[in-house]
């Protein structure tokens, strides 16, 4: 597949990729790190840049280091490196399964952190190529009328499938985002606009810099149904986080951005209790090659299976 | 659109072009190297049949621009053979039939290499990990797992 004309740049700081961000304004700029999200989106045509900007020789953001209380991770480390980090192996059970359940290895070497949790939102009817989508006619997400997947309706409900954010919420981790009016640190989920058609709340040319993860040692797990299972992107995906008794639930890859709510462990039946919590907080529609009633109802059956793990850990 | 000069390492030999800027690394090796080992298939980065070494790192050559290889090192199928004689992965295929119609073979090989080079003695369960990355739709993998862990106990043997 071919790819359309745009033009290439490769700026060295974050600074000079903002100017050069600027400079192009009027076109259509995108960034590039690892590009296995980014360039099919370009030959399937549901991005038409005229200027790719690539981060990946940025110095400085590809380091994972300790920072006061915070693991600082560089937004161009690869999901292959942040695996096999010692603290995310130890401390980070379910971003360490997270990482493990994106895509498979060979993309997770190239794939990044950064660009893992701003990967576009997917569906069935949006994720295809350009004559199909043509044939078909344009959805919302694509500047149409109407959305595809759910007939008639005036919203877009494409699934954001990233695996990596919903652990990340449940850690309760930062974004460090650097834009043309200065550096900002966000919680994680308000990078989210919760809207499918455009799911992330940046200001225009702003650049996702860290990912900042507190070092507290955690217990909990992630895990997803996909149809291939060596590679697929989630088609629902589960993170559980625990600290002291205290913990979180994400749920991924249903509707435009990670759900997510708190729970005491030391309650009777938290593990019934969060698993129909997680199944009424969804409502997947069929934009996927799963029906969503299934979908749903693996909300509570993933939930329940890391519960059952977590608690044969504490039997340990 | 303005051509950008690209120079890398390629199976030990260093190569200038002047390449497209939207330009992917697949089609600079097939079509302007006429290195036709890596193969388009998914063209998505989903079946592997393009993988390439990049920097001792397993890549889909179709997700990446030419571009972005500056002073790169690479490393294809037709650079894994020395002085006529084929690298022990290479070997190890044929005698266990791990090929049929031989599509995705390069991308699995090299997949192999790159997991042998950075592991000696992979488990048959790490193999399987790393295999399945990569699309074959003729031999069902078995054949393949038994060629990469015969050319494992081979190269440690050597």
Redesign the interface.
Known sequence: MILPEFEYRKPKTVKKALQLYQACRGNAVVYLSGGTDLVPRIKQRLEKPSVVIDLKNITGLNKIELFRSWLKVGANVTLYELKNHPFVKDALPALADSLEATACETIQMRGTIGGNVLQDTRCLFYNKSDEWRKARGYCLKMGGQVCNAVKGAKMCFANYAGDNAPSLITLGAHASLSGIDGKRQVPLDAIFSGKSGRPFALKSGEILTHILIPTIKTRGGYLKIRVRDSIDYPLVGVAVSLVNGKGCVAIGAIGGKPVYFEFDENETGWDQRIAQVAESRVTPVANTVLSPSYRKKMVSVLVKRIARKLEEENKL | ?KE?EVTFTINGEKVSADV?????LL?TLRERLYLTGAKEAC????C?AC?IILDG????S????T??V?GKNITTVEGLGKDGTLHPLQEAFMEKGAVQCGFCTSGMIL?AKALLDRQKKPSKNQII??I???ICRCTGYKKIIEAVMSAAEKMRAT
């Open positions: 659109m950008v497209k800027p939207y330009e992917t089609e063209s998505l980065g989903s592997g993988t790192i397993p890549v889909r179709c997700l990446i621009l571009p972005e500056e997949t990990r790393t399945s990355s990569n």
